[in-house]
């Protein structure tokens, strides 16, 4: 397990812009997978993007495909989820994970070992 950070959440207007940080405690064997998780009330957590830090592969759900985009500096060990165009229904808490595994898919499908508490995205008019 290793400590996951969340920030930059918070209420913005439909056709806005928010950028989601993920502070982990840098790319080791156990943060080779990241990604970011989302769960509105009265729905099932959905992966949103995974990336992994070994060849900067990505993996994107449909919803957000081409208006979010999930990036990893690997001078800070942050995971960037920079997020455009929000809809009402990205609505969610957003949670970041950390896998061992360094695949994109195999993240967003299993999710990873560690969990940050997550930072809440209100999109509201």
């Known amino acids: 397990q290793v400590t996951l950070v969340e920030s930059g959440g918070g209420l913005v207007r439909p056709g806005g812009s928010l950028r989601l940080s993920c502070q982990t405690p840098?790319?080791?064997?156990?943060?080779?997978?990241i990604g970011w998780f989302r769960q509105a009330p009265g729905k099932e957590r959905e992966a949103v993007a995974c990336?992994?830090?070994?060849?900067?592969?990505?993996n994107y759900s449909n919803s957000v495909r081409g208006r979010f985009t999930i990036s990893a500096d690997n001078n800070n060990g942050a995971v960037y989820l920079q997020m455009e165009n929000l809809r009402l229904d990205d609505t969610g808490l957003y949670t970041c994970?950390?896998?061992?595994?360094?695949?994109?898919?195999?993240?967003?499908?299993?999710?990873?070992?560690?969990w940050g508490r997550g930072t809440q995205v209100t999109v509201s008019s």
């Open positions: 994970t950390a896998s061992p595994v360094p695949s994109p898919g195999y993240t967003c499908h299993e999710g990873g070992k560690s």
């Open positions: 840098g790319f080791t064997r156990d943060v080779q997978g």
């Open positions: 990336i992994s830090v070994d060849d900067y592969q990505t």
